[in-house]
């Protein structure tokens, strides 16, 4: 993160005149201890201030957010990619990473992403380079096969953040501590049992998730459950609503239901879901509080909300 300090330091404040004009030998030393008190409460403010800010949040990534930015198509940052093939990897099956092209702000936070069942990586593909733009080292995966189901996707996500870390080209950009997983259908389900192998995961977002288990007491990882109002492939009664319920209250979490959508709305670019990973995962694996104003007060229903629960102010 960028601290730009103040330039100078606070001017001091002139002496009385004394009552023939001039300045008194007293109104001398009275201005001279003024002006250092002044300087020195300059210098601190220039120098521990912005210090104790950083302390406070020191992995801040990019301008202050508005709604408009993280609505836009792309954020601030530079995109690059690369192909991970499957033949160099395993327990998974390959894939694209994206992630800023500048050094200048350190390490990122990093996020894998599953496709479906049936589905291949160019299903969240999308997900990429939005999410890179504003931040991020993004993997979006291919699987072993378009058959898995939930639990072995949820290895196969955790496989790839290791490979990812430990020895992706880009490991060196990757802050191994500050990691999450997301995941649509199947891959959603997923990104559940990802965060419930692996608690030190920083953020989950299943995207209209499938997964025969309903109950996530055990979860101590950040959640936004993602439905759908229209979703008959995993309906949000039998699935996404029973995932939110089922978290502890103690958690940071939320359930964000989709107005007018489906099961495969989450193939393709959607601004409201965009908006609201980007927040979470700002907030949570970044711990950058910027973000919190998208979260809380809860964002009310709207053309794309159908319905939002969370818990405000988030504890994290």
Known sequence: ????????????????????????????????????????????????????????????????PTNASIEASRGSYAVSQTSVSSLLVSGFGGGTIHYPTSTADGTFGAVVISPGFTAYESSIAWLGPRL??????????????????????????????????????VRTRVDAGRLGVM????????????????????????????NTDKTWPELRTPTLVVGADG????????????????LPGSLDKAYLELRGASHFTPNTSNTTIAKYS??????????????????????????TIAEYRGNCPHTA
């Open 1 to 64: 993160m960028q601290q730009h300090l103040p330039s100078g330091t606070i001017p001091p404040h002139p002496s009385r005149p004394s009552r023939s004009g001039g300045f008194t030998g007293r109104s001398r030393t009275l201005t001279g201890l003024v002006t250092a008190a002044a300087v020195t409460a300059g210098l601190l403010l220039t120098g521990l201030a912005p210090g104790a800010q950083a302390a406070d949040n020191p992995y801040e990534r990019g301008p202050a």
């Open 132 to 169: 890179a733009s504003q931040g991020f080292v993004v993997f979006t995966i291919d699987t072993n096969t378009t058959l898995d189901q939930p639990d072995s996707r949820g290895r196969q996500l955790l496989a790839a953040l290791d490979y990812l870390t430990q020895r992706s080209s």
């Open 183 to 210: 995941g649509h259908s199947m891959g959603g389900g997923g990104s559940l049992e990802a965060a419930k192998s692996r608690t030190s995961l920083k953020a989950a977002i299943p995207l209209t998730g499938w």
């Open 231 to 246: 979703d008959s492939i995993a309906p949000v009664a039998t699935h996404s609503k029973p995932f939110y319920s089922s």
């Open 278 to 303: 980007i927040s979470w995962l700002k907030r949570f694996i970044d711990n950058d509080t910027r973000y919190e104003q998208f979260l809380c007060p809860l964002p009310q229903p709207s053309l």
